[in-house]
Each structure stands twice: as C-alpha cells, then as structure tokens.
C-alpha cells in the first residue's frame, strides 16, 4: 500500500492544496517498505494533477490536516482515501496509521484560497 501526507518541514501541512511536497511510504504487512518525497506541483492541490500522479504511483491513500470538498471529489475519483483531521510530524502520523490510531475528523475546509 503506498499512502501519501502532504508535508511541509517535515509535518503534516495544514492545507493540502499548499503543502511543499508530498512524503508518500509504501507499507507492507504493517512495516514500512520505503519513503519517497515528491514536490507539489504549481497551483492548489485540487487544481493541479496530483491525483492522477499520484493514482499513477500507486498511492491509494491520503493521511491530510484540513483539505476541501474539490480536493477530496477528485482524489476519490482517482480511487484515494482520505483520513482528514491528521497533525504532527509525518513519522509520527504514518506510525499511527500503521497502528490502526487515526480516524477520519469528518471535516472539510470551508474556504478556498489559491494563490
């Protein structure tokens, strides 16, 4: 399984349309097999084509601090779960996904900024 957090300095970004890059591990039977980063594209997250990048990678799931009702539309469309709500170092966030210890926050950004 490989899933991606959208990161900056190391942390779960806050708003995944304007992360720096995207830390994407690939898990296998609850081990992490490699991490890989790649930077975010010019552009708001649910604008640019990161979903069909990172469908083509092979990444199935999003760990995400706050991210909007487009963001999401599109990552579904492109077969990616999201687990919103997510904090903290990306270690830290993968570790307790790996753990069965995050659940989605259920909410959405209710605005949207691109700059």
Do not use: W
Not at 16 to 45: M, R, W
Not at 48 to 73: C, D, H, P, R, Y
């Amino acid at each position: 399984m490989k899933i991606a957090i959208p990161t900056r300095d190391g942390h779960v970004d806050d708003h995944f349309g304007h992360c720096a890059e995207y830390t994407i591990f690939t898990v296998d039977n609850k081990q992490i097999i490699s991490k890989e980063t790649l930077p975010s594209p010019q552009g708001c997250g649910c604008k640019s084509n990161i979903a069909s990048t990172l469908q083509q990678m092979g990444v199935t799931m999003m760990l995400a601090g706050n991210i909007g009702n487009g963001a999401i539309e599109k990552l579904n469309a492109h077969n990616i779960r999201i687990i919103r709500g997510c904090s903290g170092a990306v270690e830290d966030t993968i570790a307790a996904f790996i753990a069965g210890n995050l659940t989605d926050s259920g909410l959405t950004c209710a605005h949207h900024e691109c700059h």
